[in-house]
């Protein structure tokens, strides 16, 4: 089967043990990105080293453009090469290869095929959907775009996304679960946004009280 000139595929990841050479997480992405804030707070709670290539630059724009097809960030590539090109692949490739690490760390995942997952995967998908809507409507509207139909049904979704969140999401504890600590990044982005005013949102603003206070994500803010 052919492959994109330029592209190097992935590799098949079941099995892999981890080597020295993954002691250094090489992440393509951007500083202001919560995708790829997860994934460097994550690496590093793992202790590995994040070496973050930055796509807004010529280089880094360059650099991603060869590894993925997909042109969205975050990317990790591996030796291998192995190149993971979507944050939630790169999150369950941590777990796989550095879950007591990230367990020492204060952080938590389900068993896999438990009910305890599923819920957390509702919860993620949910958290994510209303960051998605909010990076959309974001940008339309940075490039102009009037707000109507499509734009302003990405404000809408925001809307009600967060209003669930707001009285189905628990309350920030330690250890961190998967869509706690995408939440935490998701509530940072859209306040440096401007995308959505959180005190409509009490229960969320108070997790966020608490995920600032925390340090979690402590010198990876959005910037």
């Not at 052919?2 to 500083?31: F, H, I």
């Not at 490739?93 to 204060?106: E, S």
């Not at 809408?156 to 628990?170: E, G, I, K, Q, Y």
């Amino acid at each position: 089967m052919g492959t994109l000139e330029g592209y190097e595929p992935s590799l098949d990841l079941q099995g892999e043990e981890p080597t020295k050479a993954s002691a250094a997480l090489k992440v393509y992405g951007t500083t202001t990105s919560p995708y790829t804030r997860k994934i460097r707070i994550l690496g590093g709670a793992a202790g590995l080293a994040v070496d973050l290539v930055d796509t807004r630059t010529e280089e880094g724009a360059a650099a991603l453009a060869r590894v993925s097809p997909l042109g969205k960030v975050p990317v990790v590539e591996l030796p291998g090469p192995v190149v993971l090109p979507d944050s939630g692949l790169i999150a369950a490739w941590l777990w796989t290869h550095h879950a007591p690490a990230l367990r020492a760390a204060g952080f938590s995942a389900a068993a896999p095929g438990s009910d305890a997952e599923f819920a957390e995967r509702e919860l993620l998908l949910v958290v994510e959907g209303a960051l998605d809507s909010a990076i959309n409507r974001f940008y339309l509207l940075r490039d102009q775009l009037p707000d109507q139909g499509y734009v302003t049904r990405q404000r809408d979704r925001v809307t009600t996304t967060l209003t669930w969140l707001d009285a189905h999401m628990p309350a920030f504890a330690r250890p961190l679960a998967p869509a706690s600590l995408s939440l935490g990044c998701a509530l940072d982005w859209m306040v440096f946004r401007d995308v959505t005013d959180l005190v409509r949102f009490p229960r969320l603003s108070t997790f966020r009280e608490a995920w600032k206070a925390s340090g979690v994500g402590a010198g990876t803010e959005p910037g």
